[in-house]
């Protein structure tokens, strides 16, 4: 064959695969069934068979090549080309081939692989006495059947361990009670991962605040949806101690001493019958500590003043009453809230808002155990204000105790013991919480 011959031919080949290409640019596929024509072509033209015409028509028809199969120049012209290209030696038309598909080829679309999804779930598995570890199994499988990896982390994860696993998470599970939630939280505060909680402790605050009482699924679906919502952490200062985060919110006094008496009794999973048994040995002989705390804020009086005295039968005692103070000196309960949720749901912080910057510290004035069985009677039956309590407001709070005194955060003693003085602060914004549906807060005692 002459090489005028073979450039002709040549020339013939690439306007086949020109034609080809326009026919990819029209958004038109190959099927199985034209690839399967397309070999049938190529085997032919191997072999000089007189078929190679009509089987190329029939390619040309079914790739949607403009008037293929008709009685057109166009497929004339094709036929023509393919009559020259059959002269083409074997190697010489797969190498044709392999230049052509290179061309093509580069002018496809690259498929790119996108970063897979992941989330941390890390569960107590001390919590809800083993329910814990049958949730976390649960939640790993719904996060899987939605194309999220889920990573498992020990509850004693390191800092670095579980920065490393939210690198590009969608969230950070909690699987367990406050003690759980309230120590990722402290972990993750400042990053740009959420924290979700499958509750499974005794009274979950966190959760039941946040909405986060759901089922695997659910919870799966809303850390697919990437939304969140940031709220306070709070931290409490202690002099020669280090710092100790809380979510919920941290108090002194009855409640605190029944926690520190359960914890130092405990010897498996905690119920509410472990609480009543240490309330029932407190009740007799526990005297209030006295205090002084500190903080720009507003005062409402009920039946006691601001130093905790009773007021004179004169005197107005409508809770509601608002009168600048910074200061409130009493003996009892001391809470500081930074969300509506508590115990029992006796909520006595009832217009606390965990995203609002600031502490609603609420003072239930007592002397002895049963003045406290008293005051969870009076939270329990009332809905609206509580009449007696002392309640004020502020980013900021500084507490003397007249003695050694128990506190304790988010339901577990706050560790280093009995303290006399401790700064509260709210650090806002600094924990994302992945958001749940429905309105943030829902009627008091919800």
């Known amino acids: 064959m002459s090489s005028r011959s073979k450039s002709a031919s040549y020339s013939s080949l690439?306007?086949?695969?020109?034609?080809?290409?326009?026919?990819?640019?029209?958004?038109?596929?190959?099927?199985?069934?034209?690839?399967s024509s397309h070999a049938s072509i190529s085997t032919s033209a191997r072999l000089g068979s007189p078929l190679a015409s009509a089987n190329f028509a029939k390619f040309t028809t079914?790739?949607?090549?403009p008037g293929a199969g008709a009685s057109?120049?166009?497929?004339?012209?094709?036929?023509?080309?393919?009559k020259s290209c059959c002269a083409i030696a074997p190697a010489e038309i797969a190498a044709a081939v392999t230049r052509a598909t290179q061309v093509i080829s580069k002018r496809m679309p690259r498929i790119v692989r996108l970063p897979s999804m992941r989330a941390a779930v890390i569960a107590n598995p001390a919590s809800g006495r083993g329910r814990s570890l049958v949730a976390a199994e649960r939640i790993c499988s719904a996060l899987a059947a939605r194309g999220i990896v889920p990573t498992r982390l020990p509850l004693d994860a390191s800092r670095a361990d579980l920065?490393?696993?939210?690198?590009?998470a969608l969230a950070v599970v909690a699987v367990g009670g406050d003690g759980t939630v309230r120590s990722l939280a402290a972990k993750v505060a400042g990053g740009s991962v959420p924290l979700a909680i499958a509750p499974t402790g005794t009274e979950n605050l966190a959760a039941r605040e946040f909405g986060f009482r759901c089922s695997p699924a659910v919870l799966a679906d809303r850390i697919l949806a990437r939304q969140s919502r940031t709220v306070d952490l709070g931290v409490i200062r202690r002099a020669g101690l280090p710092d100790h985060a809380f979510l919920v919110m941290v108090s002194a006094g009855f409640d605190a001493d029944v926690v520190a008496a359960l914890a130092a009794a405990r010897r498996g999973p905690v119920t509410y019958l472990s609480y009543v048994r240490q309330i029932l040995k407190l009740l007799r002989h526990w005297q209030a500590p006295g205090f002084v705390a500190e903080s720009g804020g507003l005062v409402v009086p009920g039946e006691h003043d601001a130093v905790g005295q009773p007021r004179e039968s004169g005197e107005p005692a409508t809770a509601g009453a608002v009168q600048p103070a910074d200061r409130i000196e009493a003996a009892g309960q001391l809470i500081m809230a930074n969300s509506r949720q508590y115990a029992l749901r006796f909520n006595p912080a009832r217009a606390a808002d965990p995203s609002d910057g600031l502490l609603d510290t609420v003072v239930l004035p007592a002397q002895g155990g049963w003045s406290m069985v008293r005051w969870a009677l009076r939270l329990a039956l009332s809905r609206g204000a509580i009449a007696g309590a002392l309640t004020a407001r502020g980013p900021t709070w500084r507490v003397q105790f007249e003695r050694p005194t128990v506190i304790?955060?988010?339901?577990?003693?706050?560790?280093g013991g009995p303290v006399q003085h401790m700064e509260v602060a709210l650090h806002p914004g600094a924990l994302r919480i992945v958001q749940m549906t429905g309105p943030r807060h829902s009627p008091a005692g919800a």
């Open 62 to 65: 079914a790739a949607g090549v």
């Open 72 to 82: 057109s120049s166009f497929q004339r012209s094709l036929s023509s080309s393919l």
């Open 14 to 35: 690439s306007a086949i695969f020109a034609s080809a290409r326009v026919s990819s640019a029209s958004g038109r596929s190959e099927s199985a069934g034209n690839r």
């Open 408 to 415: 304790q955060a988010d339901g577990d003693p706050v560790s």
């Open 163 to 168: 920065a490393a696993a939210c690198v590009g």
